[in-house]
């Protein structure tokens, strides 16, 4: 069964930096394509950036709002992905999956989400 | 970036009733090499994460009941629920995966009238 679990969600104050993780199993996370997406509180989904492979150089995107704050990264030997966010701000406050493509070429496998909360 | 953009935002239809729900894109997603549009339709309930109903705009994710359906080509898709059940009250968002940022409609809101 494919699972994908976040953790490391919490309350940081602005400009600081919290990194949080997605610990995946059930299928071959060395060759898949993952992705962050988050969504505040009410709000719709935002994609918020990828990365590929090491066979693919382990390759990054980042959408606009968070490039140059955040980077993703990945342990193939521990099966997790890594978002590191810095210099946060209130607007990242949001519940933050990750997903996948295992069967399909659309994000078919999505975590259950970690809240992180930007406040003072 | 492909801006998506979904109508109505909210909607109200009765048990048995059809819903349809409309996605547009601001550049086309038909990808000329395979003829394939790269639209996804995703449900999300209230506290859950959201699922995968429909990819390449009309092809029904494995387990997804019949009476979702996906059409349309180009910059215009429509997400049709044939006959709404109350299991279907969500939140329902397209996404293109054609480009880099990948991203979503700004969602729509599925009630029992």
């Known amino acids: 069964e494919v699972q994908l679990v976040e953790s490391g969600g919490a309350l940081i104050k602005p400009g600081g930096s919290l990194r949080i993780s997605c610990t995946a199993s059930g299928f071959s996370f060395s060759n898949a394509w993952m992705s962050w997406v988050r969504q505040a509180p009410g709000k719709g989904l935002e994609w918020v950036g990828r990365i590929n492979t090491k066979t693919d150089g382990e390759t990054t995107d980042y959408a606009a709002p968070v490039k140059g704050r955040f980077t993703i990264s990945r342990d193939d030997s521990k099966n997790t992905l890594y978002l590191q966010m810095n210099s946060l701000k209130t607007e990242d406050t949001a519940v933050y999956f990750c997903?996948?493509?295992?069967?399909?070429?659309?994000?078919?496998?999505w975590g259950q989400g970690t809240l992180v909360t930007v406040s003072s | 970036d492909i801006v998506m953009t979904q109508s109505p935002d909210s909607l109200a239809v009765s048990l048995g009733e059809r819903a349809t729900i409309n996605c547009k894109s601001s550049q086309s997603l038909l990808y000329s090499s395979n003829n394939k549009n790269y639209l996804a339709w995703f449900q999300q309930k209230p506290g859950q994460s959201p699922k995968l109903l429909i990819y390449?705009?009309?092809t029904r994710e494995s387990g997804v009941p019949d009476r979702f359906s996906g059409s349309g080509s180009g910059t215009d898709f429509t997400l049709t629920i044939s006959s709404l059940q109350a299991e279907d009250v969500a939140v329902y968002y397209c996404q293109q995966y054609y480009g880099i940022p990948r991203t979503f409609g700004q969602g729509t809101k599925v009630e029992i009238k």
């Open positions: 997903a996948t493509s295992v069967k399909v070429v659309a994000f078919d496998y």
């Open positions: 390449w705009a009309s």
